[in-house]
């Protein structure tokens, strides 16, 4: 059945699954504590809640890896997977919507999430992007803090306006005691401000803040990618953001274009203890640059 419902997705993954080859990979499973599973593939984390009531998902990753992913959490919980919970837009975290969908899972989201979905912002070089399958929009909408009882958890699933995108969500397991961030917070590389999809850089820093205030001694943090955390990893991650903010605020003060504030190279303070950083030092600073009226 599975691989029959894998054929409402191939237009919504073509571009990725042209460019990726998933055949090769495979599905890690942690246990976070109490009945709260991490799940590790290709993209963004996913997290399984299990117990007597059926299984509830935080993202979906890519649709060719449904099966692989169904097969993990049949291992875990052989009962029904009910509700799927999108922490934002990108297809690393929702690919699999439509053929989750198409089982009958229920998913859930804000609703610029599910409006973005439906209507993407236009890919790179300005081409349309391609709308999701009916069966990948979330059916249940909401944009005020929401709970849900289920597996003798309380699932919190908070707004976070305007941060990575304009449609995240922060999910918090209360008796697990874990937080799950989606991509407002990754403990790899610099933070991503997703202009083209809403994201502010103050929404980001707030999405930060609301992480910490959440968060307790022993909360562990599940961010969207890299390493499970403690709220500190977070409060470093704010101050970084905060910082070149700081830093480059007064270079575009003083009309100073994109390529003199790169060149001033106002990551250097920081590139060491920014784990992964790669290129997005320099993806962050024209994000920053940009935020701040940068010409």
């Known amino acids: ?32 504590g109490g009945n709260l599973y991490q799940l590790e593939g290709q993209g963004g984390h996913i997290g399984v809640l299990a117990g007597p009531d059926g299984v509830l998902m935080v993202d979906s990753q890519f649709a060719p890896l449904t099966e692989k992913i169904v097969a993990a959490i ?19 975290h929702t690919g699999g919507n439509a053929n989750l969908g198409a089982m009958g899972v229920t998913i859930m989201s804000r609703p610029l999430l599910r409006a973005r979905l439906e209507k993407p912002a236009p890919a790179a070089g300005g081409a349309p992007g391609t709308p999701a399958p009916p069966a990948a929009l979330p059916r249940f909408i909401y944009d005020a803090p929401t709970t849900i009882y289920m597996n003798g958890e309380q699932v919190q699933l908070v707004p976070i306006p305007a941060a990575h995108t304009d449609g995240d969500t922060l999910v918090k397991f ?25 994201g502010t850089m103050n929404g980001m820093i707030a999405g930060l803040d609301k992480i910490i205030e959440l968060s307790g001694p022993s909360t562990k943090i599940l961010p969207g990618h890299g390493a499970v955390v403690d709220k500190s990893a977070v409060a470093a991650h704010r101050d970084i953001l905060t910082g070149m903010r700081d830093k480059i605020a ?21 590139d060491a203890k920014v784990p992964g950083v790669g290129t997005t030092g320099d993806r962050f600073v024209g994000q920053v ?7």
């Open 1 to 32: 059945m599975l691989k029959r419902i894998l054929c409402l997705t191939i237009v919504f993954s073509a571009a990725i699954s042209a460019q990726q080859d998933f055949s090769k990979v495979e599905i890690k499973t942690t246990k976070l």
């Open 74 to 92: 049949k291992a875990i919980n052989p009962g029904p997977i009910r509700y799927l919970i999108n922490t934002h837009v990108h297809g690393d």
């Open 174 to 198: 209360v008796n697990a005691d874990v937080i799950m961030t989606g991509d407002f917070y990754r403990s790899l590389g610099y933070p991503n401000i997703d202009r083209g999809n809403g």
């Open 250 to 270: 007064p270079m575009v003060k003083k009309g100073m274009t994109l390529e003199q504030v790169m060149a001033a190279k106002p990551t250097s303070d920081y």
């Open 289 to 295: 640059y940009a935020e701040l009226g940068g010409k």
